[in-house]
């Protein structure tokens, strides 16, 4: 309805005036962190402008408005694009020779300033995509994980490379050799190695059943009446008590290691970190048997056997756990949970 059609420019012209307000206000504030905002502003206009045109045609408001032209408002859109892209190239330029020196703080401010500098100049991305490269890789605090030689150091490292890289927060974990440069090396090395041998402990329990044990015949003289009497043989069971018991054992054993994770810069002998690990594998067995009189056990009162742990398997099982701790304190040192620039 013609009534609804003026309402709704109405409100548009009321939402374009606000909003080109707030860009003439913008553009003359001093500086050139205004066109990023200013970007946004433009391109809101310059759609909504749009929007209007393909509702209404023949709206007027664009002809006594020649500033809210959608091809004015796409040209100051584009304006505030190029200059918001040149403004952080010119964030990015002083951090350059600081980043590409090694700091990795400014690498990171680097490549986040560039990341923007790809959003409002794409058409730049090949210009600027090997940098960017660069900046990343400079940025990456990378940590490479291996056993040194030394006892148990081939378990280690077979546990170690089963790992697979983890990555957050700027920081990269590596379990194997690589081409790319290591900034910290984390050693794990066995410390300690301690056997609780076998020990077992028993328990016993006693049951109690009541048993038929005979049955007497018996002739007895049974009146009928006052006259009559008749013999009959009546049987009388005789019950006993009869005992068992029932003896369950626990076995168990036990192999904790410890180890030490020390985190070096490459070429320093003085760890900047470090921390004590263990693990303990455990083994059990039980198993009971039954003694006494079987008709008072109760049902699979013998079950299992004794058995005989093997500590190496436990002590292998132990090591191959270790370099999974490693990796878990070596991310909530260098790598905890927080918001990040990811790539």
């Known amino acids: 309805k013609l009534k609804h059609m003026v309402e709704f420019q109405e409100a548009y012209a009321a939402v374009q005036a606000r909003d080109y307000a707030l860009a003439v206000e913008l553009k003359a504030k001093a500086g050139t962190a205004k066109w990023e905002p200013l970007y946004e502003v433009f391109g809101s206009l310059y759609q909504r402008s749009l929007d209007l045109l393909a509702i209404n045609p023949e709206a007027g408001d664009a002809r006594r408005h ?16 190029r200059r918001a892209g040149d403004h952080y190239l010119a964030l990015t330029a002083p951090l350059l020779p600081i980043a590409l020196a090694g700091d990795k703080d400014a690498a990171r401010k680097a490549f986040a300033y560039h990341e923007r500098v790809d959003y409002f100049l794409p058409e730049r991305r090949a210009e600027f995509q090997p940098l960017r490269d660069q900046l990343y890789d400079l940025a990456m605090l990378r940590i490479l ?62 049951y109690e059943e009541e048993v038929l044990d005979r049955v007497e015949r018996k ?47 490459p070429g320093v002998d003085t760890p900047e970190w470090s921390q004590g690990l263990s693990n303990c594998e455990t083994w059990s067995n039980t198993y009971s048997f039954g003694s006494g009189d079987a008709r008072a056990l109760p049902a699979f009162a013998n079950s299992g056997s004794p058995a005989y742990p093997e500590l190496e398997a436990l002590l292998v099982e132990a090591l191959s756990d270790l370099p999974w701790s490693a990796r878990q304190a070596l991310i909530k040192k260098y790598a905890p949970r927080k918001n990040s620039v990811a790539r």
Do not use: M
């Open 66 to 81: 020649p500033e809210l032209l959608p091809a004015t408002l796409e040209q100051q859109r584009e304006e505030a694009r």
């Open 145 to 206: 994980l291996y056993a040194p030689p030394g006892d148990f150091a081939r378990e280690l490292t077979s546990a170690t490379r089963r790992l697979k890289p983890f990555t957050r927060n700027w920081t990269t974990i590596l379990f194997s050799p690589t081409n790319a440069v290591i900034d910290l090396e984390a050693e794990l090395a066995v410390t300690a190695i301690e056997e609780s041998g076998l020990t077992e402990s028993c328990s016993t329990s006693t």
């Open 219 to 265: 002739k007895v003289v049974e009146q009928v009446n006052d006259s009559t009497t008749v013999e009959k043989i009546i049987e009388i069971k005789h019950y006993r008590t009869v005992y068992a018991s029932v003896t369950t054992c626990e076995q168990q054993a036990a192999v904790n290691v410890s180890a030490q994770l020390s985190v070096f810069p």
